[in-house]
């Protein structure tokens, strides 16, 4: 993904009764966040729509995103077009200014013991500074909600081998890899 944010909204616009942004999701941002991944946005841009509230100093954001994408079916390989509609749902903190590896340990934790998440904390995420970046966001929402196995349809009977066509009357079919075989008998046949 670039190293230019898309999607930034200053924290000093926020207050109480909120704000409400639209960003557009074009191909070219579709088709960094989703690099290294076989889904690619599909031909249109997508939109970003999100309210965002400041209570204190934590920020709520609530919005949606709907963009187009084209995936491999998962049975036969043709491409599948999607238009998720994806809810994105955060609420984000100010980082904590206590570097890392120094950070209080809290509700019985060690400090060591950061890689376990209680449930509050898996519902939270952080921002930094005085902007609210969501690019990463945005791009976690749409993979996490794209889906595993995606079917061209419920009926799909995936990759079938191509019909051969029908051998014309008085000849006989033999497999391709008996060809070897066939060539030695008749060369046999030829010296007797």
């Known amino acids: ?33 989703l690099e290294g991944c076989e889904m690619q946005p599909a031909p249109g841009d997508g939109v970003l729509s999100a309210h965002l509230i400041k209570t204190g100093t934590d920020i709520l954001v609530q919005g949606q995103i709907d963009a187009g994408l084209v995936v491999p079916c998962a049975r036969c390989l043709r491409e599948v077009t999607l238009r998720p509609h994806i809810e994105l749902s955060l609420l984000l903190h100010p980082v904590d200014p206590a570097p890392l590896g120094r950070r209080p340990a809290g509700k019985g934790k060690t400090a060591e013991d950061d890689s376990e998440f209680s449930v509050d904390e898996a519902d939270t995420d952080t921002y930094e500074s005085e902007e609210v970046v969501l690019d990463r966001f945005v791009r976690e929402a749409i993979l996490l909600e794209s889906p595993i196995f995606p079917l061209c349809s419920e009926a799909c009977e995936g990759i079938r081998p191509a019909l051969e066509p029908a051998p014309s009357s008085g000849q006989t079919v033999f497999d391709p890899r008996l060809l070897p075989l066939l060539e030695l008998a008749k060369r046999r046949s030829m010296k007797e």
């Open 1 to 33: 993904m670039g190293s230019r944010a898309a999607f930034v909204i200053p924290v000093h616009d926020l207050d109480a009764t909120g704000r409400s942004v639209e960003f557009k999701l074009t191909n070219a941002w579709l088709r960094g966040a």
